[in-house]
């Protein structure tokens, strides 16, 4: 578990180094990417995390969901090892959670798993071979065990790592999409 946590603390580090300039153009480029996969212009409902700090601007990928006329829900984090899914609209009261991220409240409706499409999966880096590590908290690893949905991470290309350590929980995206 060492090897995940060294990791995971080395590439959070690299990715504070890297340029406003290089994000912001990267992740136009990303999501020009994702809307063009048949799976994205299929879904009705697409789950996705509100990037926090120096994680992906996810702002930019849900107004052009919305604009696509796509409904959004994202998480919000009700125990320790446990999330729920809610929707998402233009107005939605959002508030911070213990750990920082924007979250909408327990007004806006629930979503269930059965009813989303494509999910858009953080991390703190990945190969592209679908392999991700993320923050530690197993959220996204326990909700993707039981999704039928497609999933899609988005990442920096210099941020992708080839050398993931992998567990028996481990769930694999099923599309890496780098700049």
């Not at 480029?29 to 063009?36: G, N, P, R, Y």
């Not at 059965?114 to 592209?128: D, G, M, R, S, Y």
Request: aromatic share 8%.
């Amino acid at each position: 578990m060492g090897s995940k946590t060294n990791l995971r603390n080395e590439q959070l580090a690299k990715r504070k180094q890297l340029s406003a300039s290089y994000r912001e153009q990267a992740e136009r480029v990303m999501l020009e990417k994702l809307v063009l996969l048949p799976e994205y212009q299929t879904a009705e409902m697409i789950f996705c995390y509100i990037g926090m700090e120096d994680e992906l601007n996810t702002w930019h990928f849900i107004e052009r969901f919305w604009q696509d006329g796509k409904q959004v829900c994202v998480p919000r984090v009700i125990s320790r090892d446990q999330m729920e899914i809610r929707e998402l609209h233009k107005g939605t009261i959002l508030e911070r959670s213990a750990f920082g991220v924007l979250e909408p409240t327990t007004t806006s409706p629930l979503v269930s798993s059965e009813q989303i499409h494509l999910v858009l999966v953080p991390c703190v880096t990945a190969n592209l071979a679908g392999d991700r590590l993320g923050y530690g908290g197993g959220f996204y690893d326990r909700f993707l065990k039981n999704s039928q949905a497609y999933t899609v991470l988005c990442l920096w290309q210099k941020m992708i790592y080839s050398a993931i350590p992998v567990e028996e929980h481990d769930m694999k995206v099923d599309k890496v999409i780098t700049e």
